[in-house]
Structure formats: C-alpha cells, structure tokens
C-alpha cells in the first residue's frame, strides 16, 4: 500500500470532493484481490449495501464496495445468481481480501457460464460513477431493456478503474436451476478437446461451460462439460450428449445440486505457481495452434469452449511476441512481466479513440495511471 | 419537434459536394429530386424531408471516400440500413447525405465450430438467420421487424426481440465490427472472439444510434437452434392479475424464452383483423419455452400450474405446430391490427415488472384524460412496454395531441424506475425527453463520446440529444480531414 494512507469516501458526495481535490494519482481499488496497485494514494470507495433486489424482476442494486459474497447470499436465499459466475482469483493471484461488486464489474471479471450467457458486462444493467474530475454520472438504469442514450455501462464494465469509480451498479440476475450434470472425458488432446467442445456447443442441448486442462487431479487431461436446468431435463440431456461425443473417449457423467467449478473458474491449474499467468481470446479452433506456440513448459487450462486459453509460461516470457499476430489478444494477469504490456496494444487508430475518451473523463490522467496502458 | 435549420452554404454548394461524390462512389449516387424522396423518412413517418443526396456504396472502401467527401465539405451524414426505425433515427435533413448500406447484403463467412456468422450490415435480419438455419443454427436478436430491418440498425439500436428475455438483445450478441469512422478512416472494433481488448468500445458503438461510425460489417454469434419451442396462452380478467402471474412464473425459476402480454383492445382489434381465436378478456399472455417434447411439457406444466392459481379466464396449451402458430397469429399481426383501424403512434418505454398494474392503470385514467385510446402489447418478461395511441391523422391537432399523451407516460415510465426506450431508440422521437432521464451532467458524459468519434458532429447530428443541450457542441468548428 505505499505507505500511504488510503481515503475512503463513503458517499458519492464524499468520493466527488475527494476526486475533485485530487491533487495527484489515484490508486483505485475495491476488495483488492486483484493485487495490481497503480501509482499515488490509494482510494477505495466505502459505500456498501444492497439498496434494491426485487426477484420477480430479476433485478438488483448495490453500492460499488458491496461484498460479492454478501450478494450471492442474498441471491441464493431466493434461489437466484450472478449468472456470470464470478471467479476467486485470491488463490491464482495470491492475494488476500473480499471481491467486491465495483472490482468484479470495473474488470469484467465473468467465469465458464460466460460462453453461454455472457460476460459481467451483459448482466450490468446500470451504473453510477465519479470520473476523475469529480464528475458524478448515471447511465443506464435499473430495467433489463434500455436503449435510451449511449452505453456507457458497457464502457465502464471493464474499464479497471481508468475512466471512474463506480459508485452503484445494478444487475440482472437469474434463476438457479435444480441441479447441474458434468460431463468428462480424459485424456483428450487440446484440438481435441476442442473439436468435442465446439460439437457440444453447437447441439441444442445447451451446454453451460465447457472446460479442458492440460492435467487434472488424476494426472491425466480432462475435458469437462456442464448442462444444467432442471433434474429430468437434465438428465435427458447428458444422456443425449454423451451419445453425441461417444467417438473421443470414454464419457463419464454426474448429476448433483452443486453448480460450483471453482477448479475451473478460479485456475486453479496454476495456483501457488511462479509462473507468469496469461489470458488468450480468440477464436476456439484458433486454440490448439497458439498453445502449440507457446515456449517450453507452458500449461494450459481452456475455459469457454477454447475461445479463452489460460496459459502458465517462465516468468517474464514475452508471450505475444511467441505467438505472433492471431485474431484476439492477450493479457497478461500474474507476473511482473519486466517491461512487456499488460494489456495487448490496441490498433493505432482505436488507441487515440481511448486516449481520447481518458482525456475526457480523467482530464488529469490521474486514476490508475498506467494501468491499462 | 424540431430540426434544425439546413445549412445554406452547403444547399449553395450541392452541385459540388453531389460530384464529389459521384467522383468518389461513380454508380453510387442519388440526386434527383424524385428519387431522394424515397429517403425522405423512415417508420416514423409523420416526419419527413428529403435529403441533399443519397449515396449507396457497395463497399467498405467506397463508405470510407463518401465519408471522406463530407467530411471534407462539412456536410451533415445520416447512415441508413433499411429505414424501419420507429424513433426517426433515419430522418434526413434537407443538408445531409443519406449514407445507406442496402446494397452490402453479402455474408462473408459461415464459421460453425466457432459459431459465429460474419456480415455485411445491409443484410436484413431474418436473413441473417436464413443464411445458417439449415444447419440447425440461428441468430437470436429478433425484432418484430425482422424481415425487413437490417443488422445495421439492429446495432445502431441495439434492438431486441419477443425471445431477448433469454437471448439477449443485439449488444449481447454482437462480437465485433468493422466501422468507418467520421473522417474516413476505416477501423475494426472486436471480431471473432470474446470480450474486449481494452476498453469495450464495442459495446459503446452498439446503441450509438449512428452518431459514432458508419458500421459495414459484423461478426455476429449464432446459437443451434432449440429441439423446439411450443407456447401456451393465458387470458385473466384483470391486467394486475396478467402482472401477478408474470412475477410468480419468474420468482418460480423458470425463465421462459418469452413472454408477451395485450390487453382488451389490442385483443378485440386483432381478433377482428386475424380472427386468431383469442378469449375476449381483460389481458392475455403467452408465454413460450423451449426443449424436448417432454421438456416442454415438464416447464408448461409449472406455467400452467402457477396461471391456475389466479383464477384464469381460459389457458390453452399448443400441443402442435398449428396450436402454436395460431397462438402466435395474434401476437404477430397486432401492429398490422391496429394499422388497419386507426393511425397509431407506437410507444417503448421500460418499467420494472414490478409496476405493471399501476403503470398500466395510470395509462387507463390519461387515455381518458387525453380521449385518446390506447392499446398494450409488449414484452412482459422485461417490462418493454408497447403502448399503442390511436389517433387520426387528419384531424387538425391530433398528432400533437398524441405527442403530448406519448410524452406523459414515457415521463411516468422513468417516474417510477423505468426508462424512456427499451428498444426502438432516441432518435428524434424521445430527444427532447431526454433531460426528463438524465440530469445535464449524464448527457454532458454521453456527448463527450461523441465529440471523441466526430468532433465536427456531422454524424447524425440532430439525434438523440436535445437541440438546445447539443448546440454549443454541434457548433464546434471542424476538425480537419
Ligand atoms: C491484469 C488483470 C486482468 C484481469 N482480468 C480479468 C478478467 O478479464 N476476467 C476476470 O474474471 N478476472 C480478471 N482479473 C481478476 C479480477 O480483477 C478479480 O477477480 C476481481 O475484479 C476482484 O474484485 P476486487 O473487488 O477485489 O477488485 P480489486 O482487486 O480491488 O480491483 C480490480 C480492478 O477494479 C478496479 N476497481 C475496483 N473497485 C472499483 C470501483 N468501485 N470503481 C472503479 N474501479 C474499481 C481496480 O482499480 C482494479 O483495476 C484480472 C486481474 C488482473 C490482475
Ligand atoms: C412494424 C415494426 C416493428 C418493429 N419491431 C421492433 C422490435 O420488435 N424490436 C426492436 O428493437 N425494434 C423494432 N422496430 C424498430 C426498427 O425495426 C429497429 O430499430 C431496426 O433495428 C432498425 O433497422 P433499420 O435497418 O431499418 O435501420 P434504419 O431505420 O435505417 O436506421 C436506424 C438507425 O440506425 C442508424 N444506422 C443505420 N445504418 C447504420 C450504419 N450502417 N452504421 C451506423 N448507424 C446506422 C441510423 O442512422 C438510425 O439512427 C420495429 C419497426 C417496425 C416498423
């Protein structure tokens, strides 16, 4: 934490002062579990609560430094969920503290169901936020249709505190189905499991998450797909899919009430490591040719059918440069790096387009200064 | 409303900008005075003008010299996909250049494994879904105009459907784009993977209303097309009670693909055009799922359960294709219904679910305060509501009449939670609402963007923001080329 003291503005009043007065950079963060500190004081905005959940509309709002964990209790008192299913990265990350709901929505932060029902970014109806001029701003709103003006909830999910503090975000929520069936397969290669992937994916039996890693608890590969839904329904499908994916191998099957993948959504693969972490998106069929590039002693675990390849190379590797050019990008989300981008660089034209929204929302360059650059 | 006044220097200059253009995009360029009538409005038609000319290219490059020319010349731009918004996104101005990408209709890649399709965004729709159906897949994003609209305006728009209460609306489904930019400059936002590089860009350009960039192509993700979908109608005697059981089935867990409401005149006006065979009653949903024969039965069985414990007038479960179409029937012919008795204006203002009875009553008591009817149609399952006003349009003071009705439950739509578009836009239908959402600071933020995309604002300019809140930056001298 630098030495520095950190401010904690409880109100968004508090929070615009504070922004406003600002007299150099910002460090903003949430329940810190990303364990990234960007330059100057450190800033976390205090406000917490839940402040509207109605479960017939499928909706809640909460303050920004809401606990996620207090807001998936009180989604599961109702049999409801974050459908994006936030990730536990303090394991991977090796960190410590509580995710809260402005740091999970500020990095878009989504797990396996993302291949099938979308990122954070698709479930954040609204927002509220202070830029870094101590601007306070509302966009979007509370309901699940909402075309009235431009997007910038979008723009701010996944921003990582660069343009301004989220203040309150509301979400749409969804049912938590009955139960959830996993359907493995060991031993596959990694274009094989994508190919069995993608043929999931592509049959109407609605396939949640589709997972591969390069080793699992049995020392062997596993490949792991997940339907979920209500108990029959579910059961009929598994069966219909393991006919389907009966020529890659050997197709195990269970069915219980818990629709948890912490081994999957939380990397676990490359917990406790000291290897650099990378996140690869890009095409699923691109997958098996990228991770056949990657330095020596590379792992991988494949989440979202393959279109997102985790990958644990020596520390320092500059890991774009071994890939070359491919049609996606890569972030690197452990390691120091020495020098190489976090964040892949943009084409030269988008880039002035985001240096030039940053100018407009944080004038001074003064949150998170660097972060993303 | 109002437009603002066309610029004379530029209607001075027309016979230099239109041979510009003609230099630029030779066979792409309309300046007749009879033919750029066929631009002069799109779906909302009480407001019309015909344009200084219209260009029609046929590829991303020519989008990018035509761009370049107005740029140039500071001539207002006015992109166009197929002209059915219902908000006057598509209006032109007597200065502006209608830039339509009807003729780049091509699909330009097929990709199953990775399950996305890759467009040209004249292409309509429903031929989206046509392109990839008889591989068992489709697109979701379903707009009742469909067969007619085109993926340009479905991301301008951000439009969504009767099935978005599962799919998701076009933002959800849209992995990327290649735009032209204000100054000609061509770039790609996104593509064949998912989740941003950086900031989500993307995400801002789907429901910019074409004031950011002219969109050419899209990568759009397609899903495999259900084992099948039956739906079952429910008529009640009372609207609250219809609400009631939308948020009992939702709170129950089982989240059908859609669920669609009308209540007594848009039952009795479509009954007497389709003659679908609807109860006459207070209001009637029909609710459809999705899966196997037996999956279906399983979730119609629960709906139908919940339904019966509020005392319905009449449930009719589709056990066939026929029952289904004959369910849907109504549902899909209730704009054309209510076309044939009376001129309407089609309002889309969002609630909370939660409000339904008493926005819904509150309407009831302002038609009778306005001696207007109104008919409602909509998307329960989201609170996308569809008031329908009846008025006649050739009536003196009618259409304003029905602007002011409009205005007052769009402003009841936010009073309690809601907002004044859920899915047909801003356009210039709303624009002057706007500050009834948004305080001067969170229209501040939003036209920010826009002077970062087209600091000269010559991208639909007279859209979505308020003339008078939009004027000093409208006004902002051109950056140059
Ligand atoms: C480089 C990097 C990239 C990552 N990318 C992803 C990803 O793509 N998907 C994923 O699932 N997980 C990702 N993670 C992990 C993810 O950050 C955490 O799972 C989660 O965000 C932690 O929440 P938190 O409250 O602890 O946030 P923190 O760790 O405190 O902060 C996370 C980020 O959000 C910002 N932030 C926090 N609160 C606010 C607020 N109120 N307003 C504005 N900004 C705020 C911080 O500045 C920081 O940039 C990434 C981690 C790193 C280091
Ligand atoms: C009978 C009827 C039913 C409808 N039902 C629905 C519905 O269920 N759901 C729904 O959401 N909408 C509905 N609509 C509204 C309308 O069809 C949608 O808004 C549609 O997306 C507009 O598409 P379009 O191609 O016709 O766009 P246009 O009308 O041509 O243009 C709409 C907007 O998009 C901009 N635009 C067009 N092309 C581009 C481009 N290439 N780049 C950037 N901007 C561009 C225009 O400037 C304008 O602002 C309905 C309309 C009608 C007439």
């Known amino acids: 934490m630098n030495g520095l003291s950190m401010m904690e503005p409880q109100s968004e009043a508090e929070l615009s002062e504070a922004l406003a007065g600002a007299e150099g950079p910002v460090s903003v963060r949430g329940g810190g579990t990303r364990g990234v500190v960007a330059d100057g004081v450190a800033l976390r905005f205090g406000g917490a609560g839940i402040s509207l959940y109605e479960p017939g509309a499928l909706t809640l709002v909460a303050q920004a430094g809401t606990p996620v964990a207090e807001i998936e209790a009180a989604l599961a008192a109702e049999g409801q969920r974050l459908a994006f299913e936030v990730p536990d990265m303090r394991g991977l990350l090796g960190t410590e503290g509580e995710s809260t709901i402005g740091g999970v929505v500020a990095s878009n932060a989504s797990g396996p169901r993302r291949v099938s029902v979308g990122a954070a970014r698709d479930f954040c109806l609204g927002v509220r936020f202070v830029d870094g001029a101590g601007r306070v701003v509302q966009n979007g709103g509370r309901v699940m249709k909402n075309v009235t003006g431009y997007d910038l909830v979008k723009l701010m999910a996944g921003s990582h505190g660069t343009l301004g503090v989220l203040t309150e975000v509301s979400l749409k929520v969804l049912p938590k189905p009955e139960v959830a069936g996993v359907l493995s397969i060991d031993g596959l290669s990694v274009s094989e499991a994508v190919a069995a992937m993608s043929a999931a994916l592509g049959t109407p039996w609605e396939v949640t998450a589709a997972c591969h890693t390069d080793l699992a608890a049995n020392d062997r590969p596993s490949t792991q797909l997940r339907i979920e839904g209500m108990a029959g329904s579910v059961d009929y499908r598994l069966g219909r899919l393991k006919e389907a994916l009966g020529n890659y191998g050997e197709v195990e099957t269970v069915v219980s009430e818990n629709h948890d993948w912490p081994w999957f959504r939380d990397v676990a693969r490359f917990e406790g490591g000291a290897e650099d972490v990378w996140r690869l998106h890009c095409r699923p069929s691109d997958a098996p040719g990228l991770v056949a590039r990657l330095p020596e002693g590379g792992k991988v675990m494949l989440d979202w059918g393959g279109a997102l390849v985790w990958a644990a190379v020596p520390a320092g590797t500059d890991l774009r440069a071994a890939l070359g050019a491919f049609d996606g990008h890569a972030t690197r989300v452990r390691g120091q790096g020495g020098g190489i981008a976090r964040f892949h660089p943009e084409r030269p034209e988008l880039a002035a387009l985001t240096a030039g929204l940053r100018a407009k929302f944080d004038p001074r360059g003064i949150l998170n200064r660097g972060l993303m650059a | ?481």
């Open chain 2, 1 to 481: 409303m109002e437009m603002p006044k066309p610029d004379p220097q530029i209607l001075a200059r027309k016979a230099r900008i239109v041979a510009r253009l003609r230099d630029a995009l030779p066979g792409g360029v309309i300046d007749a005075e009879e033919e750029v009538r066929a631009y002069e409005c799109d779906a909302l038609t009480a407001y019309k003008c015909p344009p200084l000319a219209v260009v029609l290219p046929s590829t991303t490059e020519e989008v990018a010299a035509a761009l370049k020319v107005c740029h140039a010349e500071g001539v207002p731009v006015v992109p166009r996909g197929a002209g059915t918004s219902l908000a006057g996104g598509a209006l032109p101005t007597a200065d502006c250049v209608i830039l339509g990408v009807a003729r780049m209709a091509e699909v330009l890649e097929t990709n199953y494994p990775d399950r996305y399709v890759h467009v040209q965004t004249g292409r309509t729709n429903l031929s989206v879904t046509g392109a990839v159906e008889a591989d068992g897949f489709f697109y979701a994003p379903d707009p009742s105009s469909q067969l007619a609209c085109a993926i340009a305006g479905n991301i301008a728009m951000n439009s969504g459907g009767a099935h978005c209460l599962k799919y998701g609306v076009t933002t959800n489904n849209l992995l990327g784009v290649t735009m032209v930019l204000a100054n000609g400059t061509i770039t790609k936002v996104g593509g064949p993977w998912m989740d941003a590089n950086g900031l989500d860009l993307l995400g801002l350009i789907c429901g910019s209303e074409g004031q950011l960039g002219v969109v050419t192509e899209a990568w759009l993700r397609i899903l495999p097309k259900p084992e099948g979908a039956r739906p079952v109608l429910i008529g009640f005697d009372s609207s609250e009670v219809a609400g009631q059981c939308v948020t009992n089935i939702i709170k129950a867990g089982v989240l059908p693909v859609a669920i669609e409401f009308m209540d007594r005149p848009c039952i009795r006006a479509t009954e007497a055009f389709a003659g679908a065979g609807y109860p006459d009653c207070e209001a009637l949903l029909i609710v459809e799922v999705e899966g196997s024969e037996a999956e279906i039965d399983h979730q119609l069985g629960l709906i139908c359960g919940i339904a019966e414990e509020l005392n319905p007038v009449e449930v009719r479960q589709s056990g066939s294709a026929d029952e289904s179409a004959r369910i849907w029937l109504g549902r899909k012919s209730a704009f054309g219904a209510m076309g044939q008795i009376n001129d309407y204006m089609c309002l889309d203002g969002t609630i909370p679910v939660s409000e339904l009875p008493r926005v819904l009553r509150r309407i009831g008591e302002m038609s009778e305060e306005f001696g207007l009817e109104v008919a409602n149609v909509f998307h329960a399952g989201d609170g996308n509501m569809h008031p329908l006003i009846l008025f006649n349009a050739n009536e003196e003071g009618q259409l304003e009449l029905c602007e002011r009705f409009g205005a007052e439950i769009l402003k009841l739509c936010v009073e309690v939670g809601g907002c004044l578009t859920g899915e047909h836009g801003v356009g210039i239908e709303k624009r002057d609402l706007m500050e009834v959402q948004y305080r001067p600071d969170d229209l501040a933020a939003q036209m920010d963007v826009k002077d970062v995309f087209d600091a000269g604002w010559i991208l639909n300019p007279a859209k979505v923001f308020p003339l008078t809140v939009s004027a000093g930056r409208r006004r902002a001298p051109d950056q140059a080329a």
